[in-house]
């Protein structure tokens, strides 16, 4: 019953039918100094998930032509059949960001954190990187590289 009142309450959040937009704040991305924009080529995609790609680019809000920066594209495949467009992005915008140092827990203390816990649940943020977004000098930065021949 608790579930039923939190869906109807977030209503919007649970909708799968939209992207969820943090609202009232922008997201930069902070380059070192001496960066280089970096172009990748665009990866080959197997035949059989060409059509669901393609599909996928067409939710896409906006298709660019030329950027400075091109990161090739990881297609993840989800339980539902549909695809998920991921960034490579440890090849080309990764090595050019400042870093704010923030230490990852080990598994040893999220285990200890989550002991003594109920449940476990999984979250599928429908579309999560879109759901902050970027400041326009930023956008250019996160360009997929993308051919479907």
Same mark, same amino acid.
């Given at each position: /019953?608790?579930?039923? *009142?939190?869906?109807?309450? =977030?209503?919007?959040?649970?909708?799968? @039918?939209?992207?969820?937009?943090?609202?009232? /704040?922008? $997201?930069?991305?902070?380059?070192?100094?001496? =960066?280089?924009?970096?172009?990748?080529? $665009?990866?080959? %995609?197997?035949?059989?998930?060409?059509?669901?790609?393609?599909?996928?680019?067409? @939710?896409?809000?906006?298709?660019?032509?030329?950027?400075?920066?091109?990161?090739?594209?990881?297609?993840?495949?989800?339980?539902?059949? +549909?695809?998920?467009?991921?960034?490579?992005?440890?090849?080309?915008? @990764?090595?050019?960001?400042?870093?704010?140092?923030?230490?990852?827990?080990? %598994?040893? +203390? !999220?285990?200890?954190? /989550?002991?003594?816990?109920?449940?476990?649940?999984?979250?599928? !943020?429908?579309?999560? =990187? *879109?759901?902050? +977004?970027?400041?326009?000098?930023?956008?250019?930065? !996160?360009?997929?590289? %993308?051919?479907?021949?």
């Amino acid at each position: /019953m608790k579930i039923q *009142l939190l869906k109807a309450k =977030y209503a919007r959040v649970f909708d799968i @039918n939209s992207v969820g937009k943090i609202e009232g /704040m922008q $997201a930069k991305l902070k380059l070192k100094s001496h =960066y280089k924009p970096v172009i990748k080529k $665009a990866r080959q %995609v197997s035949f059989s998930i060409k059509p669901r790609i393609e599909q996928e680019l067409e @939710n896409l809000e906006k298709k660019v032509k030329q950027s400075k920066w091109a990161t090739p594209i990881v297609a993840i495949p989800k339980a539902s059949n +549909e695809i998920r467009l991921c960034g490579d992005y440890k090849v080309t915008v @990764n090595p050019n960001l400042v870093i704010d140092s923030h230490p990852i827990p080990t %598994v040893e +203390e !999220l285990f200890t954190d /989550m002991s003594g816990g109920e449940k476990i649940t999984k979250i599928d !943020l429908s579309q999560a =990187y *879109l759901q902050l +977004e970027l400041t326009p000098e930023s956008r250019d930065i !996160l360009t997929l590289n %993308v051919e479907i021949y």
